[in-house]
């Protein structure tokens, strides 16, 4: 229980209220029987601040000897935001290294492990205005990539120079960059579906 307690405090998650009997599971025994609650609903700070209305009710156990936990939810509210991932081609940006480093470098309170927690939120936080600001809608990103590079080409062609080479050579590197950024995305996120939803050798 101490080390749970721990693992709570370190994710800053609470116990959602609930409505109902107060133990969730028994061992249906007549000679030592015994009563636990051990069915919970956690929450963390986003939902309290998002799903101000939400309800969980501990229902009737009928035939099983764990009772459901059931979270009713307002439609209305806002919905939280979207679970972090972490996107490979970051890694591939110039600035991704320093930004590493600004958030490894931050100065935190809190135990040991209670500090990298902290410093990975830092990072979390630089990595989605990265993400915003240099890959947001990638695949109108390439389309404009691919427009600028037909546009230089097409001076290129037309008055052969060595600056218009260049600036051909220049948006050749640009359109590569956020293509295979579309790309690593893609197949990142089909191996997603692939492990969600299996092998089916198709």
Known sequence: MEDFRNWQNMTEI?????????????????????????????????????????????LDPSVSDHCPVLLNTD??????????????????????????????????????????????????????ELNK??????????RIKEKELQNAQATALADPSSESFALVKEKEGDLKTIKGAEESFLRQKSREIWLKEGDSNS
């Open 75 to 128: 439609s209305q509210i806002k919905s939280l935001p979207k679970p972090f991932k972490f996107f490979k081609f970051w890694i591939s940006h110039p600035k991704f290294y320093d930004l590493v480093k600004e958030a490894w470098e931050t100065e935190v309170t809190g135990s040991p492990l209670s500090r990298v927690c902290k410093k990975l939120r830092v990072l979390k936080k630089l990595l989605r």
């Open 133 to 142: 600001e240099e890959y947001s809608d990638l695949r109108e990103r390439v």
């Open 14 to 58: 609470v116990e959602h209220k609930a409505s109902g009997p107060w133990f969730t599971w028994i061992n249906k025994q007549l000679n030592n029987p015994i009563a636990r609650r051990l069915d919970r609903a956690f929450i963390n700070l986003s939902w309290l601040d998002g799903m101000k209305n939400s309800v969980v009710d501990i």
